[in-house]
Structure formats: C-alpha cells, structure tokens
C-alpha cells in the first residue's frame, strides 16, 4: 500500500504577497504566519494547513471564464449565508464575474490577484 499523503500546504503565485494574505486573513479569520514578508507570507489553520501567497514577477492573473490564461487551480469555501459572505468578500476587494455556472449551488468570485474561488453553502 502507498504511503498516506496529508495536505499541509496550499500556495498560490500573486503579485503582492501581503496584500493578497491580508484579504484572505479577513475573509477567513486564519492567522498571519509570524514569518511572512514580502516576497511570501501565509495563513496557518488551527490543525497546521497552510496557505501560501509567493511573489511572481510579471504575474499575470487567470481570466476565468476566458482561458487566455488559464486558472490552473481555485480554492473552494463553504459558508452558513452565500449572501452575507458575498456582501463581505465584496467590500474585501473581491470580483464577481458575471458567468456563474453554479446557480443556486456556488458562487464564483476572484481574489484581488484574479485567482477563482468559489463558495459553496454549508
């Protein structure tokens, strides 16, 4: 039998690693690592996930739908109220593209680096 792997760690490219950690520390409540900086800083879950934000000179964001350049990964989130977490993701600096495949089942928005990510009810 193959050895068991644990997900520890999620990290995505961006232009501005902090800025990127602070919207996600907002929308998520995770900690900031202590260790963070400009060019990587992360969010760290009470059981040890990690979530990785590094520095890609001339990034270049996803344009979801359209795969010019394609997403290559997104995360997914489920809340108690799609509205209410819409509303705050918004405010946060978050996009929602006008394509929603997902009806009533998940809502798709973009990080302010572009990346997709979708909300899910719980």
């Known amino acids: ?15 501005d690693p902090q ?4 919207f996600y520390r907002q929308a998520t ?3 900031l690592h202590p260790k963070s900086d400009d060019d990587f800083a992360g969010l760290v879950r009470e059981d040890g ?8 000179d001339n990034y270049r964001a996803p344009s979801w739908p359209d795969q010019d350049v394609p997403q290559q990964s997104h995360l997914d989130f489920a809340v108690d109220d799609l509205n209410e977490a819409e509303a705050l993701l918004l405010e946060l600096g978050a996009s ?7 009806g009533d089942r998940w ?13 899910t009810g719980s």
Do not use: N, S, W
Request: overall charge neutral; aromatic content about 10%.
């Open 19 to 22: 800025a990127l950690a602070a």
């Open 96 to 102: 929602k593209p006008e394509y929603q495949p997902g």
């Open 1 to 15: 039998m193959p050895p068991q792997m644990k997900l520890t760690a999620i990290t995505l490219d961006c232009p």
């Open 107 to 119: 809502r798709i928005f973009t990080d302010p680096a572009g990346h997709p990510f979708c909300l």
């Open 49 to 56: 996930l990690f979530i990785g934000f590094q520095r890609v």
């Open 29 to 31: 409540g995770l900690e």
